[in-house]
């Protein structure tokens, strides 16, 4: 078992190499670089961060406002320090070598627009994603597994048929949909007022007591948890209900009910953990997919300042050290993930050896 780890653990090293060549590669061709997102907001007198946010679409016609500098044109000296600054005068090579060194030392660099580190950055917004990753995916799995067992265990019934209606129409309603109803419904908009319209804490949150705290965070938190939630949780339900139907009609299910066990003990002490073995396996697959891709939508609705937003506006200004610092960490999360995921494997099931399969 070692060797295997240690195996999955080296080929971190060539996997990560390809991820940050890939998107290195695909950036060189990519026009409007930081470069040339500093020169068009001095020549509009705009930022980088005001064009994101729609401001930078006041000025319409360039050439009929009072402060426009394109027709006067920048320095090119000016422009050539701009190039220095950011490293642009070097080959793409060498940029990139001493990208990956810096890397290797976890050494991100220093975000162009905002001058503050990468990793203080991160740091800054990962509590708003860690909290919709974490909490969407507990809720997801509590509400899916039992869920799925008992449609299981009444496959074909009318409790079978309505729930999985029911989840259907979940599935086919997008997070973002559903999240805009929840403001609706129950943040101020045409109905009720009961949760907060934006943020993950409120203004006084430092003067609350403990449980006050608490109390706040799970009152600002739920609505976005919600509407990250429903995707997952039709997914998981069906894929448990599935797992379960395929064991409870194998041989030794039978074996166990003809010995005489109770049915929760065949269930809960037999088909149970093999059953769950393809439902752990998608684990990584649903907090990675909440963690990093829905993130964005709901983070942008619910007003919350976490990576997802972070990351899109860092793309769209092509501020680098950001978006390849998140790329980087990001990664790596993930492909460790993906290792905690076969551990598990063989912490629910024995049986199951990767090192035998690899020889």
Known sequence: ??????????????????IMLINFTLVQFVPGGP?????????????????????????????????????????????????IQFGFDKPPLERFTTMLWSYIRFDFGESYFRSIKVTELIIEKIPVSLSLGLWTTLLAYLISIPLGIRKAVNDGTAFDSWTSSLIIIGYAIPGFLFAILLLVLFAGGSYLKLFPLRGLTSPDFADLSYWQKVLDY??????????????????????TKNSFLDEIRKQYVMT????????????????????????????????????????????????????????????????????????????????????????????????????????
């Open 256 to 359: 166990a009910r003809a010995k005489g066990l109770t049915e929760k003990s065949v269930l809960y002490g037999h088909v149970f953990r093999n059953a769950m073995l393809i439902v752990i396996a998608g684990f990584p697959a649903v907090f990675i997919s909440v963690f990093f891709g829905s993130s964005l939508i709901i983070e942008t609705i619910f007003s919350l300042d976490g990576l997802g937003r972070m990351g899109f506006e860092a793309a769209i200004a092509r501020d680098y050290p950001v978006v390849f610092g998140t790329l980087f960490i990001f990664s790596l999360i993930g492909l460790i993930i993906g290792l905690l995921s076969d551990l598990m494997y063989i912490w629910i099931d024995p049986r199951i050896d990767f090192e035998k399969r690899l020889s």
């Open 35 to 83: 470069v040339e997102q500093i020169i068009a907001s001095l020549e509009s007198d705009v930022t980088v961060f005001d064009n994101i946010a729609g401001s930078a679409g006041e000025i319409r016609d360039l050439s009929k406002a009072e402060n426009y500098l394109g027709s006067k044109g920048l320095p090119e000296d000016f422009i050539r320090e701009l190039e």
């Open 1 to 18: 078992m070692i060797s295997y780890i240690l195996r999955r653990l080296f080929l971190i090293l060539p996997t990560l190499f390809g």
């Open 218 to 239: 799970f009152w600002h938190i739920s609505l976005p948890v919600l509407a990250s939630t429903i995707s997952a949780f039709a997914t998981l339900t069906l894929l």
